[in-house]
């Protein structure tokens, strides 16, 4: 496996978790090694800085699926102070001995400022925001043939989003939208609540992209999901809040912290749609939106119960990141360290707090989780945050595969295409070779609690038996108490 990571003080590494990987006497996995598979990107001599964090990464220019350009590895990459980096690399992948060999990547372009506009450059007085992220309609490095739509969506946390055409990256940003004034450039918005003199302009807080690159949907505090068509930038679609409180009649809060478009052909359809888009808040709620232009309902199709102190919840603490596992599953991680997974087919919106939809955990990460991604092929996720720490983890079983620290807060992740090559079946194989169950090592992973142990007849030694035949002593079954 192969993964690049972006963290706040502006370093990218490349990390390749097998080779971390060791067993000590006992037969234990030992799960960090500092500095083990992990190499840096970019060397170029500058120091670390957070005003060139990492915010986050994307592929993009996806490869035709020829010899020549199967281990080419190109992505983007948005810093803080607002540059957009372009990343072009090859990474081996033939053998198994290329696989543990790290790749060789280069800046090849960037273009500085992408937020700014004529009006912004001459006034120092406009408030452009703060990056806060980019998307993109390739989660995962897939080659294909097809290069449309290979567009890259950057925004601030005042709702503007710059255009990039991954394909004509030397031609720089090719629109700008504001996302709350309808498409129009405006001044910045700002948040109405806010105390005292203190004008709080930083609302969007979340961004994601449709597999097809034609919409982006934006969200923030205070402010509705909003999905912009990114070749007009023409308001298209705009999410409805949920009813307000039957016993205070209050209005329910809105800040979308983390947002994912669910699969058209991976997901089971809720509402007679499959044009489902995820988003997790601040008010630790998962809310399914039906997205299409033409849907009847604007409102969230499916949602987790409001958050209540004094009753049991099934999400603790703010939504941070999302990943769709398979049709029904998605696992959420929030600010804690948590990272449960839900089952969407056990959510009701009428009765009970649904706490039977979290089927499950992932322990391991002692931070807030920024990024968590699946595996293109493999039954494997990854995840980052503020522990410092790069996890991967088996989905089926749920355990934690590698444990890598790489030293700095982590914000960003890409999940290679590579396979795992520490396998039984050779080179292109996917299974575990030392740790896996059913092992002769000796470990209590290679049985079940409910199988039956077989135990051997106790037999005494005496003088007048020393003369005698041994009998063969045949195993006894008994089953444990």
Same mark, same amino acid.
């Given at each position: 496996m192969r993964l690049i990571t972006g963290d706040e003080c502006?370093?990218?590494?490349?990390?390749?978790?097998? &080779?971390?990987?060791?067993?000590?006497?006992?037969?234990?996995?030992?799960?960090?090694q500092v500095g083990v598979g992990v190499s840096r990107i970019g060397d170029d001599g500058l120091d670390m800085n957070r005003s060139r964090g990492i915010v986050d990464m994307a592929f993009c220019e996806i490869r035709s699926n020829d010899d020549a350009s199967a281990g080419s590895l190109n992505f983007c990459a948005l810093r803080a102070n607002g540059i957009l980096e372009k990343w072009e690399g090859f990474a081996p992948?033939?053998?198994?001995?290329? =696989?543990?060999?790290?790749?060789?990547?280069?800046?090849?372009?960037?273009?500085?400022?992408?937020?700014? $506009?004529? *009006?912004?450059?001459? $006034? $120092?007085?406009?408030?452009?925001?703060?990056?806060? @992220?980019?998307?993109?309609?390739?989660?995962?490095? +897939?080659?294909? /043939?097809? %290069?449309?739509?290979?567009? &890259?969506?950057?925004?601030?946390?005042?709702?503007?989003?710059?255009?990039?055409?991954?394909? %004509?990256?030397?031609?720089?940003?090719?629109?700008?939208?504001?996302?709350?004034?309808?498409? %129009?450039?405006?001044?910045?918005? *700002?948040?109405?609540? +806010? =105390?005292g003199q203190f004008q709080n302009? $930083?609302?969007?807080?979340?961004?994601?992209m449709s597999v097809d690159g034609d919409r982006i949907v934006i969200g923030g505090r205070e402010r509705a999901a909003t999905m912009l068509d990114v070749e007009s930038g023409k308001n298209v679609w705009k999410a409805k809040n949920l009813p307000p409180n039957p016993q205070t009649l209050l209005q329910q809060p809105i800040w979308a912290t983390a947002m994912q478009y669910l699969s058209k052909t991976d997901t089971l359809e809720i509402g007679g749609s499959k044009d489902l888009l995820a988003i997790g808040t601040a008010y630790k709620q998962l809310q399914i939106y039906d997205v299409r232009s033409d849907a009847t309902q604007r409102r969230p199709v499916l949602y987790t119960p409001e958050w209540d102190s004094t009753k049991e919840n099934l999400l603790e603490h703010r939504v941070t990141s999302l990943c769709q596992l398979? @049709?029904? *599953?998605?696992?959420?991680? /929030?600010? @804690?360290?948590?990272? #449960? +997974?839900?089952?969407?087919?056990?959510?009701?919106?009428? #009765?009970?707090?649904? +706490?039977?939809?979290?089927?499950?955990?992932?322990?391991?990460?002692?931070?807030?989780? =920024?990024?968590?991604? *699946? #595996?293109? !092929?493999?039954?494997?996720?990854?995840?980052?945050?503020? /522990? =410092?720490?790069?996890? !991967?983890?088996d989905i089926a079983k749920r355990t934690q595969l590698d444990c890598v620290y790489l030293k700095q807060r982590l914000n960003c992740m890409l999940f290679c295409s590579d396979g795992t090559w520490n396998t039984k079946q050779g080179e292109d194989g996917e299974e575990s070779d030392s740790n896996e169950s059913g092992s002769d090592t000796g470990s209590e992973s290679g049985g079940d609690m409910d199988d039956e142990d077989i135990v051997q007849d106790y037999i005494d030694s005496s003088d007048d038996d020393e003369n005698s035949e041994e009998e063969d002593v045949q195993p006894v079954k008994k089953r444990r108490k």
């Open positions: 502006g370093l990218m590494k490349e990390s390749i978790p097998e &080779l971390s990987r060791t067993n000590d006497p006992d037969g234990k996995q030992t799960l960090a992948y033939k053998s198994k001995e290329d =696989r543990i060999c790290g790749g060789t990547y280069k800046l090849s372009q960037s273009l500085e400022n992408i937020f700014e $506009d004529d *009006k912004s450059m001459n $006034d $120092d007085q406009v408030y452009l925001g703060r990056p806060i @992220a980019m998307a993109s309609p390739h989660q995962y490095q +897939t080659f294909t /043939d097809s %290069k449309a739509n290979n567009v &890259l969506a950057c925004c601030t946390s005042t709702g503007r989003v710059s255009i990039v055409n991954a394909n %004509k990256f030397d031609k720089g940003v090719v629109a700008q939208y504001e996302a709350y004034s309808n498409g %129009k450039m405006s001044n910045p918005t *700002k948040i109405s609540y +806010t =105390r302009r $930083d609302i969007a807080t979340a961004m994601t398979d @049709a029904n *599953k998605i696992v959420v991680g /929030d600010s @804690a360290g948590f990272m #449960h +997974t839900l089952d969407m087919r056990k959510i009701s919106n009428k #009765h009970g707090r649904s +706490t039977q939809a979290s089927v499950g955990r992932y322990a391991g990460p002692a931070g807030s989780v =920024r990024q968590i991604v *699946k #595996h293109e !092929t493999l039954p494997i996720i990854a995840c980052v945050g503020l /522990d =410092r720490m790069l996890r !991967t983890f």
